[in-house]
């Protein structure tokens, strides 16, 4: 395969030099930083307050600020997206762009089967035309965990009723334990991992990023997300290194190579990046960062079912920081989901009550960093999926993630602090005429129970239940009293991981 890009192995090959003597990059401090001083990012951050229904206009900084950048685009547009559903705007934009001579690649997510959630995805590829999938990648890997199967019993007691792997959860509260078991109702299997990457590489320059899809619900403004854009060199020379081995290399998931984490210091801040699974961004990412929290955590997410990340939350409220969560209804309704083991911790959390989706990946910590990026904060988002994740380091673009938090927060009423709203239902504002399933059980507004005079009550929560410590007990694990043990063939598995699945493939958006 030829390329118009000479730049390209230029850009490869010093990435290749910068990364050469790299140390172990097992802590986000491993990693050393390049200097970009004319390097800049830009945070957007939107909140669908207003917006009645997902629509195929693109009149939100999400939406513009992409078109704006394929609009200006001369040589060279990367993109490595979920899919395309309804952005006619963008759709021209690309169609624009390839018009006046600019050269367009894609990657673009699709199971095994060859099937992608998105409406407008096929017509996008047949357009661009030099687009490639996770499609064979994901084949190969569906046969491997059929022979692999899914390991031992959990140590746990199963909740009633469910049918998933059992998460066992043990978190210390200081003189008690809070103790659960987490598993789904339905079994879990059969799925495949996602090309979940949202972003665009603009001649070599530029990246749009973030956790927002090029869809309707998303750019087109119904949901809340976020967008970086980086006017970076060297982070887009990153990104291009990473769509290559998807798009050029056809590694995707568990095969891609690690090159990374990478970290640039830019006029305004210094940007780690981490893409998984190879950079395991949770673990050397996001939890670092959580452990050293002092003073204060800001989240928002779609899915937060991380069970390591919930301890380090915990912990960090037990020394004193203030923690606030954002989590979405369809999120809240998962089983696996912790946010009723937070507010059991004591850690203010609210479940929107949108139509639309808090779609945000994201937090901010001590008025200095921003998370931010596609990757839910789940395992899959961690050990499967093609994701990426930024690390911000930067007071400027913390203040104004906590000033958006802040003015999200308090919109939001004080209710929500203990209730679960159905994402389809008269409590979540416009969820019962938007013409969207918002909780993917394929029935559609006034056709949805939960949107009837009298709904449907929905299925309890799982429990949890505080154990206070005695005799001289230290630590919190599953072996307290009262709870069943039962010895698992991987005694050092700290994560439920079933390969392929992950929330967001049951409830895309």
Avoid at 96 to 114: F, I, N, S, T
Avoid at 277 to 291: N, T
Avoid at 461 to 489: E, F
């Amino acid at each position: 395969m030829t390329s118009s890009r000479p730049w390209l192995a230029v850009a490869l090959g010093a990435l290749a030099l910068a990364t050469a003597c790299r140390p172990d990059p097992g802590s986000s401090s491993a990693a050393p930083s390049v200097a970009d001083p004319n390097g800049r990012i830009e945070l957007l951050l939107y909140e669908p307050t207003g917006r009645a229904a997902p629509t195929d206009t693109c009149d939100v900084a999400l939406c513009t600020s992409l078109v704006a950048l394929i609009d200006g685009a001369e040589r060279t547009i990367d993109f490595a997206i979920y899919g395309m559903r309804n952005q006619t705007r963008v759709f021209q934009a690309l169609q624009q762009a390839k018009a006046r001579g600019v050269e367009v690649r894609g990657v673009v997510d699709r199971d095994r089967h060859g099937k992608n959630y998105y409406a407008s995805t096929d017509a996008l590829v047949d357009m661009v035309g030099s687009v490639q999938s996770d499609q064979r990648v994901d084949e190969i890997l569906a046969k491997q965990k059929a022979r692999d199967g899914e390991g031992g019993e959990p140590r746990c007691d199963r909740p009633a009723g469910t049918q998933g792997p059992v998460q066992c959860l043990a978190y210390d509260l200081g003189d008690s334990c809070l103790l659960a078991a987490h598993a789904s109702r339905e079994p879990l299997g059969g799925g495949d991992a996602i090309m979940h990457d949202k972003f665009f590489v603009i001649d070599g320059k530029s990246v749009w990023t973030g956790s927002t899809n090029v869809s309707d619900s998303c750019s087109g403004g119904y949901n809340a997300n976020l967008v970086v854009v980086a006017h970076s060199g060297r982070i887009a020379g990153w990104y291009t290194q990473e769509f290559e081995q998807m798009y050029r290399e056809g590694k995707f998931h568990t095969r891609k190579q690690q090159h990374g984490p990478h970290r640039a210091t830019l006029a305004n801040g210094e940007v780690e990046l981490r893409f998984s699974p190879q950079d395991d961004p949770i673990r050397d990412g996001v939890r670092p960062l959580l452990k050293h929290a002092r003073k204060q955590i800001d989240i928002a997410v779609f899915f937060l079912t991380h069970k390591r990340i919930v301890e380090d939350l915990i912990a960090a409220h037990s020394r004193g920081v203030k923690i606030r969560v954002i989590i979405d209804s369809t999120g809240a309704r998962n089983e696996y989901s912790k946010h009723e083991l937070l507010r059991a911790a004591g850690i203010p959390v609210k479940v929107e009550n949108w139509g639309g989706k808090m779609h945000m990946k994201s937090a901010a910590i001590d008025g200095q960093v921003v998370i931010a990026g596609s990757m839910n904060w789940t395992s899959s988002g961690e050990y499967n999926n093609d994701e990426n994740t930024l690390l911000l380091r930067s007071p400027e673009l913390a203040a104004q993630y906590h000033a958006f938090f802040e003015r999200t927060w308090t919109a939001l009423p004080d209710t929500l602090l203990a209730a679960n709203p159905d994402p389809e239902s008269q409590g979540s504002t416009t969820a019962c005429s938007d013409g969207v399933d918002n909780d993917y059980d394929r029935a559609i507004d006034m056709e949805d129970p939960g949107c009837s005079a009298s709904p449907p009550p929905l299925p309890p929560m799982l429990p949890w239940r505080v154990v206070p410590k005695v005799g001289g007990r230290l630590t919190c694990d599953i072996d307290m009293p009262g709870q069943a043990t039962r010895r698992s063939k991987d005694e050092a598995a700290t994560e439920v991981v079933v390969p392929g699945v992950d929330p967001e493939q049951v409830a895309a958006d």
